[in-house]
Nanobody
Framework: QVELVESGGGSVQAGGSLTLSCTVS????????MGWFRQFSGYESEGVAA???????SYADSVKGRFTISKDNAMNILYLQMNSLKPEDTSMYYC???????????????????????WGKGTLVIVSS
């Protein structure tokens, strides 16, 4: 059974930085497409950053130049480095994976809740002004 566990969330002031981690316990039988999503209360989840099956990366316009997604394949950890944080970045952040489909990073970014097979329980990021 594969599980995704996020960590690294917390409270920071605007302009600060956080690094989120998503540890994959268990093994996928194929290289998964993975991404970070966030969900604002009452809204569907929004793709923030993604790594496609081919290793390509994509970012939501709202975080381009501030967030960086990376993956440690040896340790099975997905990271999200978040710099220059803004109050509007406040949200629950979720890690998700799809090992069954070959997906580009853009496809991952636009995936709905049903488009990714595995989801973590989330980590909360609060950015104060």
């Amino acid at each position: 059974q594969v599980e995704l566990v996020e960590s690294g969330g917390g409270s920071v002031q605007a302009g600060g930085s956080l690094t989120l981690s998503c540890t994959v316990s268990g093994h996928f039988y194929s290289t998964p497409a993975m991404g970070w999503f966030r969900q604002f209360s009452g809204y569907e989840s929004e793709g923030v950053a993604a790594i496609g099956t081919d290793g390509s990366t994509s970012y939501a316009d709202s975080v381009k130049g501030r967030f960086t997604i990376s993956k440690d394949n040896a340790m099975n950890i997905l990271y999200l480095q978040m710099n220059s944080l803004k109050p509007e970045d406040t949200s629950m952040y979720y890690c998700a994976a799809n090992p069954t489909l070959s997906m580009s990073s853009i496809q991952v970014l636009g995936a709905s809740d049903y488009g990714m097979d595995y989801w973590g329980k989330g980590t909360l990021v609060i950015v104060s002004s």
